[in-house]
């Protein structure tokens, strides 16, 4: 047997399952009357006692082709209406359950009495924990809810009040997320990003640091001096050309990110009234993220 057949076979099973496990009854109703008759109603009394822990999930109501098609759509509505108040209270209905009205509008037997009729679709209580699956209800896909990260609040490292002379060591020991840590010393060369050989022990040093503590996550920060605006970029370059030295050493690059800020955050106002306040402006900082 090939494959194909096997698969067709397979599904014509499953179809079967899937038919067989909603089920149905059909009440029948004597011509032009949206009520049942004493025979038609013990039908419907015995199949509610014997099915009061079903669920319905479909009425359908049916009329023959006798009257006018806007009758009949009306008298088919009349019959829904009718087993509905009678099924109400009394069989579980599913919440989003349908009720159709074909009046004569479908494939009409030719025994007219046939046609005269309301169907109720329902699950049996044995069912009704495959009760989605019956009805060819896919379970809706949970879009995964994205977290973003609360924002680090900066903590100014004045304001740490770290013990005077307190190496960077030190000062990593006793910082907490968000804590701002100048990197003394780090200079560069005018209008570049080319980093002095003076800055080497300073990079020494945060190299040492980053390898003293493998958990440490830091945002190098990069702040320039003496100008109304960082047209070249230079305060993210410099902060970057420390990035790649840091790399450079060994220090995985996810532990790292930059950031420059221009002259938009200068410790002294612009223009600085002399070096002292421009070198102070003029500054790459680390914050803290993670450690």
Not at 68 to 75: E, P
Not at 189 to 211: G, H
Request: glycine fraction near 4%.
């Amino acid at each position: 047997m090939n494959m194909k057949k096997l698969f067709s076979i397979l599904f014509f099973l499953v179809f079967l399952v899937t038919v067989k496990a909603q089920q149905q009854i059909s009440i029948f109703f004597d011509s032009n009357r949206h009520e049942i008759n004493v025979v038609e109603l013990k039908r419907l009394t015995d199949w509610m006692k014997a099915n009061k822990d079903s669920k319905i999930v479909a009425i359908n109501g049916y009329t023959d082709e006798d009257g006018t098609n806007g009758f009949n759509d009306t008298l088919a509505k009349k019959r829904v209406n009718f087993i509905y108040n009678k099924v109400k209270g009394v069989i579980a209905i599913r919440d989003d359950f349908k009720t159709r009205s074909f009046g004569e509008n479908f494939q009409q037997s030719k025994t007219k009495a046939e046609n005269r009729k309301v169907t109720i679709y329902y699950i049996l209580a044995k069912d009704l924990a495959r009760e989605n699956e019956i009805l060819g209800i896919k379970p809706a896909v949970v879009e995964p809810v994205v977290v973003e990260p609360a924002e680090i609040v900066p903590i100014e490292e004045e304001t740490m009040n770290f013990p005077e002379g307190a190496t960077l060591e030190e000062k990593i020991g006793l910082s907490k997320k968000g804590t701002l840590i100048r990197l003394n010393d780090i200079n560069f060369y005018l209008n570049s990003f080319a980093l002095m050989p003076t800055s080497k022990p300073a990079i020494d040093e945060l190299v040492y640091v980053m390898r003293k503590f493998p958990k440490l996550k830091i945002e190098l920060q990069g702040h320039i001096c003496c100008v109304n605006k960082d047209v070249k970029n230079l305060s993210t370059d410099r902060a970057k050309q420390v990035k790649r030295i840091l790399v450079s050493e060994g220090i995985d690059s996810s532990r790292i990110t930059v950031k420059g800020f221009g002259v938009s955050k200068p410790k002294h106002p612009i223009p600085e009234q002399n070096e002292t306040e421009a070198a102070r402006n003029r500054r790459v900082e680390i914050m803290v993220l993670d450690k």
